[in-house]
T-cell receptor
Framework: DAGVIQSPRHEVTEMGQEVTLRCKPISGHNSLFWYRQTMMRGLELLIY????????DSGMPEDRFSAKMPNASFSTLKIQPSEPRDSAVYFC????????????FGSGTQLSVL | QKEVEQNSGPLSVPEGAIASLNCTYSDRGSQSFFWYRQYSGKSPELIMSIYSNGDKEDGRFTAQLNKASQYVSLLIRDSQPSDSATYLCAVRRSYIPTFGRGTSLIVHP
């Protein structure tokens, strides 16, 4: 398996623009997580899906953020409108729900909002 | 108070020494505990998991868990320069892992 695939690797945009981040989890995994990492706050959970259903979105900062998982092999995280404080590395991770819950991370998307 | 606490470091050790990384957590209902390694500019990767009190060894790595004290540690024996990275402690309850901010480890030759 190719692992968790994220795109794009880098995104530079201007304040107010819409940003869409994409993720393909590992085939067979039924849990998907979106995390955001900054120097100040570390790795923060944004949203957790299980079997394509959002289970916990308490980490989504505000209404500007939305996430979808239309099927088991694809998820998106959208920011509209983007702001400079959204600049961070966004990671998608997947796992197989059960006792272990070991996360496998994608390469991340480095987002810069100017 | 953050749920998972780690000293940000950096922790600097000479090559060949034992590096000791520590983590405390606040949720007594936590069920699983993980150590991830993150090289600069890369994504976290799992190196150890531990679920019950005591020690768990895997090669040069030993994870230690004390649920009564809400304390998890990672020992790296015979540290190598290639071990230089940020080590993230993660604690899971109800299927959602919560991460500490990580400890930066520097192994100097």
């Amino acid at each position: 398996d190719a692992g968790v695939i994220q795109s794009p690797r880098h995104e530079v945009t201007e304040m107010g623009q819409e940003v869409t981040l994409r993720c393909k989890p590992i085939s067979g995994h039924n849990s998907l997580f979106w995390y955001r990492q900054t120097m100040m706050r570390g790795l923060e959970l944004l949203i957790y899906f299980n079997n394509n259903v959002p289970i916990d979105d308490s980490g989504m900062p505000e209404d500007r953020f939305s996430a979808k998982m239309p099927n088991a092999s694809f998820s998106t995280l959208k920011i509209q409108p983007s702001e400079p404080r959204d600049s961070a590395v966004y990671f998608c991770a997947s796992s197989l729900a059960g006792k272990d819950e070991k996360l496998f991370f994608g390469s991340g998307t480095q987002l810069s909002v100017l | 108070q953050k749920e998972v606490e780690q000293n940000s470091g950096p922790l600097s050790v000479p090559e060949g020494a034992i590096a000791s990384l520590n983590c405390t957590y606040s949720d007594r209902g936590s069920q699983s505990f993980f150590w991830y390694r993150q090289y600069s500019g890369k994504s976290p990767e799992l190196i150890m998991s531990i679920y019950s009190n005591g020690d768990k060894e895997d090669g040069r790595f030993t994870a230690q868990l004390n649920k009564a004290s809400q304390y998890v540690s990672l020992l790296i024996r015979d540290s190598q320069p290639s071990d230089s990275a940020t080590y993230l402690c993660a604690v899971r309850r109800s299927y959602i892992p919560t991460f500490g901010r990580g400890t930066s480890l520097i192994v100097h030759p």
